[in-house]
């Protein structure tokens, strides 16, 4: 369950999540712009970065058997100091998950772990320990 709040300014992303109990928590690495040859694709392009990110999170989701909908919260980490590309970065994603708004995290960093690397998707999920 996703809030807003009556006490803070009004935005367009929920500001907390909460999991019910008898949920498992599943804790997903930074999903990064990886192709399946575990290669980064050189490219400036944050959105088709952020893309990949968001299918290859997908991927692993699935094979935990969930889906983005599970997501409780996200941390969007962006290679970048211009903040026109973290917006890029924030809507591409945002849109992947369409009405799912979870709370999330945006940050521009220095640099990330692979080369060419602009974009990564840290991510928490709650599925029900009795059906999945």
Not at 62 to 84: G, P, W
Not at 92 to 104: A, C, L, M, N, Q
Not at 110 to 118: D, M, P
Request: proline share 3%.
């Amino acid at each position: 369950m996703n809030f807003l709040s009556n006490h803070l300014a009004q935005v367009d992303y929920a500001y907390a999540s909460r999991v019910p109990a008898g949920m498992d928590l599943l804790f997903l690495a930074g999903a990064c712009p990886l192709t399946k040859e575990g290669i980064v694709p050189e490219s400036s392009d944050y959105e088709l970065q952020a893309n990949l990110c968001v299918e290859n999170l997908k991927e692993a989701l699935k094979e935990c058997d969930a889906t983005l909908e599970d997501i409780v919260y996200t941390r969007i980490l962006v290679a970048s100091q211009n903040q026109a590309d973290l917006v890029t970065t924030w809507e591409t994603i945002r849109k992947e998950f369409g009405d799912h708004d979870v709370p999330s995290t945006l940050s521009g960093v220095t640099v990330l772990g692979y080369k060419n690397q602009l974009v990564e998707i840290e991510a928490v999920a709650a599925v029900d320990n009795h059906t999945k």
